[in-house]
């Protein structure tokens, strides 16, 4: 059997398309990296179990990195790599669509 090759947009989508995973990655784009309690209040009504799985494979893709520090308790920080940063460029084109199709935001309003 022939393995079907994919077109590279079909692949990215389906890396990005699980429930939460623009969410975060939209505010991780709009806010800077952030702590683990911080994102998970940013991103409201995610449970941690998610938060957690979305965040480990954003990580595994290369999208979002995780910065340790060892400290009592620990601070882990999560963030847009350079690879996440192109794609948050994406993402603020779509927010701006979204905006003009579903309704208003002071914060593009503003900037238009």
């Not at 623009?22 to 994102?39: D, H, K, M, P």
């Not at 340790?68 to 620990?74: G, H, L, S, V």
């Amino acid at each position: 059997m022939k393995e079907q090759k994919c077109c590279p947009l079909e692949i990215l989508l389906s890396q990005i398309s699980g429930q939460w995973t623009q969410y975060i990655l939209w505010v991780l784009a709009t806010n800077g990296s952030l702590r683990f309690g911080e994102l998970k209040r940013n991103v409201n009504g995610i449970s941690t179990k998610v938060l957690t799985e979305r965040l480990r494979m954003l990580e595994s893709l290369g999208i979002v990195f995780r910065h340790y520090e060892p400290t009592i308790p620990p601070q882990v920080t999560y963030g847009l790599t350079v690879r996440g940063g192109e794609l948050s460029e994406a993402l603020n084109h779509l927010y701006n669509l979204a905006v003009r199709w579903y309704g208003s935001d002071e914060k593009t309003t503003a900037s238009q």
